[in-house]
Structures are given as C-alpha cells and as structure tokens.
C-alpha cells in the first residue's frame, strides 16, 4: 500500500479550506469536485511537507457526510492507501476483522477508480484507492 492522504469531513469546501489552512502549511488546493456517485463534494490540500489532506462536504441530501457532522464524530474520518489490486487489498482488510461500508464504488476524484471504505478493529476508516481502473 502506498499513503495517498488523510480525509477530513466538513460541513462546506470553502470554510473547510480557509480553517485547515489557518492551522496547517497548505500551499496548494486542487480543485472542487462534485462525485455524482459519492454524493460528496471533495478538494485536496497539500502541506509544505507533502501530506496531502482530503476536504470531503455533503452532495445532496442522501449523503455520507451530513450524519457525521451532526454526530461531531468520525470528523477525522480516514486515512487512503493506494493499492495495486484492490481485491486483494480488500480481502486482506476482510481477514483483519475490518468491516467494508459498502461495494467499491468509482471515485471521479480519482479518474474513475474505485475505492472502498473498511471500518477497522481499532475503531477508525481506511479507505483503498484502486491503482489502475477496473477493466
């Protein structure tokens, strides 16, 4: 697995990005991306040490943002890996006692990968970012 970032649930894009710019060196934005599928809206930042921090807002009223904001919990919601076989990954996740949160679904963040989220035995969400797309 290969880190790609660390997810951050917010209420709206903009104020998100003003606030985690206030206390952390980013010195880059991407663009905003509506996922249609997702139902999120989501930009990156990424801090003078290249860590890269996903920005991750509601899309709709059936979204997967909008419980956890209210709740104030899983706000940090979860760290990505990049994985060259995404069934593979997922299986080894599985034999771990993590929980998958759904079927892989394509990210348009992503050129159309899927990802899939996996609720852990530690008690927080690793999210798997297919290398390639799905043929």
């Known amino acids: 697995m290969i880190f790609d970032h660390i997810g951050l649930f917010v209420a709206d894009l903009k104020v998100g990005r003003e606030k985690l710019s206030a206390i952390l060196p980013i010195n880059d934005f991407t663009e905003e991306v509506d996922d ?3 139902r999120v809206r989501i ?3 990424t801090d003078s ?3 890269r ?3 991750v807002a509601p899309f709709g009223d059936d979204n997967p943002v909008s419980g956890v904001l209210k709740s104030g919990k899983n706000v940090l919601n979860h760290v990505a890996y990049r ?3 995404l069934e593979q990954a997922m299986a080894v996740m599985t034999a771990q006692d993590a929980i998958p949160l759904g079927s892989p679904l394509p990210a348009k963040a992503f050129g159309g ?3 899939v989220f996996f609720y ?3 008690k927080f969400i690793v999210e798997l970012i297919e290398e ?3 043929k």
């Open 36 to 38: 249609h599928v997702l």
């Open 43 to 45: 930009q990156f930042g």
């Open 49 to 51: 040490s290249g860590i």
């Open 53 to 55: 921090y996903e920005l």
């Open 83 to 85: 994985v060259p076989d």
């Open 113 to 115: 990968r899927r990802v």
């Open 120 to 122: 852990t035995s530690l």
């Open 132 to 134: 390639v797309p799905s």
